[in-house]
């Protein structure tokens, strides 16, 4: 900004109030702004003196784009002066703004205004509750002037059929469809948040993947992915098999021993193994396992990446299933592969109660890379003939 105030500094504080929302929501909060009044720095007496030229084309600028004169916009707020040396004079000290369509006019947004009164008149005749929500987020509300109609046809369904325990694809909304619901997830949850009744809602679940469970949708069902290693236990000739949790847990296998590994490929290419399976590509999703209740009388072996990530999961594991022993996570493991390392990109610090002591001395040399910095050893960078030796090593020990 100059030293003087101009009409484009009144309409710079003018968008500020627009971005804000303050613009949109004072009637919706029953507050009054108007008349506004804007203070505007001016000439002193010094200044006219002095740059008297100067002063008087500010001021007849300023004046040439006051409501005067374009018939919108501000009028000027005069004070009369009396200069020892320029006489009587006046000098606009505030610009007002006496109604609210001659700021939005000003700035140009008499339309986008208009637009959002007309939503909230319509919105707020099918669910009165937004009304805070209007509020805080006037521009939200306006960018999605298009779905409107379609986030209300939600919104008046949930209220209409609470937790309704179907899939979103059953959704009987017009024009309404899963990628829909995808796209506004987080919206309509702040939205449904508001509406719908405390019994409607699951306060266990939040975000975009917990939207379904939140609201009553009957989820996506959450899948396991298992080889069976023993062509003997194959299930009608198959062996490589994903189901949903809830079957998987209902479904105990004549198994003694399973592997769980992180690598969907090492998955795969697991070798053959009496009374085995192996479960892979759960990642950090091996909560999934937690209420499997067969696998708690199981010899349980967990195999990830040699990083500190590997060892967060097996410490996960481990919560659930106390006497999982981690398979290929080892300092021999380790060392022995030193021309395969590579390296984390985020590293997890902090403690895992649940390793043992060998584990822990080992996971502890990683996350303060005492190895080498941020040390990442790939499952599948360890070689297939390694993965053979282990295996059969556990065999023969079985025996004894």
């Known amino acids: 900004m100059g030293r003087w105030t101009t009409a484009q500094d009144l309409k710079d504080l003018l968008r500020r109030k627009w971005r804000s ?28 003196s002095n740059s008297f030229a100067e002063a008087r084309a500010w001021l007849e600028k300023l004046d040439s784009q006051s409501k005067s004169l374009t018939g919108n916009g501000y009028e000027l707020e005069w004070l009369e002066i009396n200069h020892r040396q320029l006489g009587r004079n006046k000098i ?5 703004f006496h109604r609210p369509a001659d700021s939005l006019a000003f700035i140009g947004k008499t339309g986008e205004a208009a637009q959002f009164h007309q939503l909230c008149a319509e919105i707020l005749k099918s669910c009165p ?19 409107w109609p379609k986030l209300l046809g939600v919104i008046n369904f949930l209220q209409a059929n609470p937790r309704p325990a179907i899939y979103i694809r059953q959704l009987d909304v017009a024009g ?46 959450v899948q ?29 296998l004549p198994v003694n021993r399973v592997f769980i590994t992180e690598n969907l ?57 106390p006497q999982t022993i981690s398979f290929l996570m080892d300092r021999n493991t380790t060392l022995q592969h030193r021309a395969q390392w590579g390296h984390e990109k985020i590293q997890v610090t902090r403690d895992l109660p649940r390793l043992n002591a060998a ?6 040399d990683l996350r303060n890379n005492k190895l080498t910095e941020a040390l990442r050893l790939e499952q599948e960078k360890i070689p297939y003939a390694v993965l053979q030796t282990a295996l059969q090593g556990l065999v023969w020990n079985s025996y004894e």
Request: aromatic letters at 12%; hydrophobic letters at 45%; a negative charge.
């Open 265 to 321: 490929i090492n998955g795969l290419a697991f070798p053959d193994l009496a009374q085995s399976l192996v479960i892979f590509g759960l990642g950090y999703g091996l909560d999934r396992l937690a209420d499997i209740s067969w696998l708690q009388d199981k010899t349980i072996y967990y195999w990830s990446d040699i990083d500190t990530h590997g060892f967060a999961m097996l410490d996960q594991i481990r919560a659930y299933f």
């Open 129 to 147: 509750a937004l009304r805070p929500w209007l509020t805080r987020k006037p521009l939200q509300a306006l960018a999605h002037a298009d779905v």
């Open 21 to 48: 929302g303050l613009l949109l929501t004072a009637q919706l909060q029953g507050e009054d702004l108007f008349p506004y009044r804007m203070p505007l720095r001016h000439p002193s007496g010094t200044e006219l």
């Open 224 to 252: 396991i992915r298992f080889r069976l290693l023993d062509p003997a236990l194959y299930l009608e000739g198959l062996a490589d098999l994903q189901i949903p949790v809830a079957d998987f847990a209902r479904m105990p």
């Open 359 to 364: 584990e822990t001395l080992l996971y502890n």
């Open 176 to 221: 309404v469809d899963t990628k829909f619901i995808e796209k506004h997830k987080k919206l309509l949850s702040e939205l449904l948040d508001l509406v719908l009744p405390d019994a409607a809602i699951n306060q266990n679940f939040t975000g975009g993947t917990g939207f379904e469970p939140r609201y009553g949708f009957r989820a996506k069902p």
């Open 92 to 96: 606009p000290v505030a610009a007002i």
